[in-house]
């Protein structure tokens, strides 16, 4: 089990930061997309 | 004045419109390419806040003006007080320090709360939140305000000069929320030639960008819907399932909020140079309401420790009574600094319930590892060293930060209906 994860841990950076950015377009493309994209909340401690 | 009076049209919310991450970019390119003189970067640092904080569109040139106008005002009563020994009566600094902090404080308290400025002002007929004056960072700067003020007056800051100081408290990554640097770390970084670590600064601040983004745009959206203050459906309509599952999708959603908008600004700061103290260190997996608390916020925690808990405890224990009472002492400090934490989140009483809270949870938590120091069994010693031991911790931590959270995100009259629906 060890000897198959190791390739995946020894990229875990890449593949975590390729998982990330490839969510990041779809969710970015779909609010283009779409004719209401869902609106962004502002950050929660923006007027604490 | 408004920002689009001085800027034409260009206005930005920061880390969530592509406006602001093309003017990020040619700050980077600007404080990375042109001066190599620490000086001249300090100038362009400072210049390039004041512009991107104008672009914000709740940000207007009097906000700028309010903000400079704090920052001379505790500046120069640091100043006063980094003088060396004899320049200034002895006598006098403590009460110029007292000053100082109080000013900033009297500053934030104004900007912060309706009820001072009902009684400053005529209170407004119908008054609403938005009624209400605001100031965007106010907490974030006036506590490095006060940061610089105690550390001077406690001789401990080094390199004090006004273009530091202005850079420190407008530093647009980290303006909005955080995080709280601390000025020693913030003018040594200002200061150093930072031609040699580009190549690691490019590359850790994208990545931390990254993440900041993907928590943002991704896991914010996803968990948003579901929390507890988005619901449409009536509280007193849901059942305690949902009622349950909103408090633990509010605690994600705020959780990755800030942790992405802590991540983007730290990314940001270091992609120009600058190391941002962390924020967020795996809160969720903590064992005990005490560590969550050294890994949630943390730039505001430590903040809290060093110049309200502190103080409290070091005046307190001044007395003969606290003297010999070490765990009341410790209680009583950190009951007093978490009521201050729920006061500065807002003036309603739930803030202040849910300061209380935390304050008695982490007391017992201090109480409860004294008393399993002393418990000899050793079945109950092993439990304690166990895997299992430490899930249960977490679990109940975990459990602990969501029905405060109840606290935090619901008013009186929420919370009634929501103790009602949990009874029965």
């Not at chain 2, 920002?3 to 930005?12: D, E, I, N, R, Y």
């Not at chain 2, 004041?50 to 920052?71: E, K, R």
């Not at chain 2, 995080?179 to 200002?190: D, G, H, K, V, W």
Request: hydrophobic fraction near 50%.
């Amino acid at each position: 089990m060890r000897k198959l994860l190791k390739p995946v841990l020894d990229h875990w950076k890449t593949i975590s930061l390729t998982f990330e950015i490839f969510w990041i377009l779809v969710f970015t493309l779909e609010a283009a997309a779409t004719s209401s994209p869902p609106e962004v909340s502002q950050f929660v401690y923006t007027y604490f | 004045m408004s920002p689009t009076t001085v800027l034409g049209s260009w206005s930005f919310v920061f880390y969530s419109s592509v406006s602001f991450w093309i003017a990020l970019i040619v700050v980077i390119l600007l404080a990375r390419l042109l001066p190599s003189n620490p000086r001249a970067r300090s100038w362009l640092l400072l210049v390039c806040s004041s512009v991107l904080l104008l672009a914000i569109p709740q940000f207007s040139l009097g906000d700028l003006f309010l903000v400079w106008g704090m920052a001379t005002v505790s500046f120069g009563v640091s100043h006063i007080l980094s003088w060396p020994k004899g320049v200034w009566s002895e006598g006098l600094r403590p009460w110029l320090a007292a000053f100082g902090v109080l000013a900033v404080l009297g500053f934030l308290a104004v900007f912060k709360y309706g009820f001072i400025q009902d009684f400053l002002w005529a209170p407004r007929e119908h008054a609403s939140s938005t009624n209400y004056l605001s100031l965007l960072g106010v907490s974030y700067f006036s506590f490095k305000a006060i940061q610089v003020i105690v550390d001077s007056f406690k001789g401990s800051v080094a390199r004090f000069d006004a273009l530091t100081y202005f850079n420190f408290i407008t530093f647009f990554p980290a303006f909005i929320s955080g995080p709280i640097s601390r000025y020693n770390q913030f003018a040594e970084q200002l200061s150093a030639d930072k031609r040699g670590t580009i190549r690691v600064d490019l590359k850790l601040g994208a990545e931390r960008i990254v993440h900041g983004l993907f928590k943002k745009f991704v896991l914010v959206q996803l968990f948003f819907p579901y929390a507890i203050v988005s619901q449409a459906t009536p509280l007193a309509q849901q059942s305690t399932w949902q009622i349950l599952l909103g408090l633990y999708a509010y605690a994600l959603y705020l959780y990755f909020d800030f942790s992405g908008y802590s991540d983007m600004a730290i990314g940001a700061a270091r992609l120009i140079g600058i190391e941002l103290p962390e924020n967020f260190n795996w809160p969720f997996l903590q064992k005990n309401i005490r560590e969550f608390w050294g890994s949630w916020h943390m730039s505001l925690t430590s903040w809290l420790v060093d110049y309200v808990y502190w103080p409290i405890v070091r005046k307190l224990r001044n007395l003969q009574y606290f003297r010999v009472r070490p765990v009341l002492l410790s209680i009583v400090g950190m009951n007093a600094t978490f009521v201050a934490v729920g006061a500065w989140h807002g003036e309603a009483l739930n803030f202040i319930l849910w300061g209380v809270y935390h304050g008695i949870g982490i007391s017992a938590v201090n109480v409860y590892q004294r008393q399993k120091r002393r418990i000899r069994n050793k079945r109950v010693q092993r439990y304690f060293a166990s895997r299992m031991s430490q899930v249960v911790g977490i679990i109940s931590t975990f459990h602990f930060f969501i029905f405060g959270l109840a606290l935090f995100a619901l008013n009186m009259e929420k919370l009634r209906i929501l103790f009602s629906r949990l009874a029965g």
